[in-house]
Nanobody, 114 residues
Framework: QVQLVESGGGLVQPGGSLRLSCVVSGSIFRFYTMGWYRQAPGKQRELVAGLSSDGTRNYVDSVKGRFTISRDNVKNTVYLQMNTLEPEDTAVYYC????????WGQGTQVTVSS
């Protein structure tokens, strides 16, 4: 059973940066397109960044140029570098395959506020 453990969130001022990490248990990690999702209060969960096994990256328009997704197939870890953070980025961030296929982890809270 695949388990997802996200970390790295926190409180940051507008314009600041955070780096999120997600450890994926199981040896199947490297075969899947991985994604970072977020869910803001009162909103649906949305996919904000995806990274395929061949290195193709995709981003939702609102984070293009600010967020970078990467992966380490040896460490079974996917990362999300978030720069120039805005209050609108405040949400709980989750990782999963894209499209999602495993049970969701606990997520990591990102709060952007002055």
């Amino acid at each position: 059973q695949v388990q997802l453990v996200e970390s790295g969130g926190g409180l940051v001022q507008p314009g600041g940066s955070l780096r999120l990490s997600c450890v994926v248990s199981g040896s199947i990690f490297r075969f899947y397109t991985m994604g970072w999702y977020r869910q803001a209060p009162g909103k649906q969960r949305e996919l904000v960044a995806g990274l395929s096994s061949d290195g193709t990256r995709n981003y939702v328009d609102s984070v293009k140029g600010r967020f970078t997704i990467s992966r380490d197939n040896v460490k079974n870890t996917v990362y999300l570098q978030m720069n120039t953070l805005e209050p609108e980025d405040t949400a709980v961030y989750y990782c999963n395959a894209a499209p999602f296929r495993w049970a969701w982890g606990q997520g990591t809270q990102v709060t952007v506020s002055s």
